[in-house]
């Protein structure tokens, strides 16, 4: 839905639902999502924000991206 939403609309989109990983937060980013909410992995981890933060701090410069932001709405999908 995040990726629909960031292409029918020019607001700013946030991305919640199932962010456990660094990776669920880099995949609401690329579909379109300005910022990421954590809610249920904080109940079961207090430290899941800080976790997060941490693994995006090591995936981006590993991806080759200058910074969290530029990955906002970067997937493209081919249209048929």
């Not at 300005?34 to 800080?50: C, F, M, N, W």
């Not at 693994?55 to 080759?64: A, E, I, M």
Request: charged share 20%; hydrophobic share 50%.
């Amino acid at each position: 839905m995040v990726f629909e939403a960031a292409r029918a609309i020019k607001i700013p989109i946030l991305g919640m639902g199932g962010i456990v990983t660094p990776e669920d937060a880099v995949e609401f980013l690329l579909a379109g999502a300005t910022a990421i909410q954590v809610g249920t992995a904080s109940y079961a981890d207090p430290l899941a924000v800080e976790r997060l933060a941490k693994g995006l701090d090591f995936l981006v410069p590993q991806s080759r991206v200058e910074k969290v932001s530029s990955l906002t709405g970067a997937l493209e999908i081919p249209r048929n």
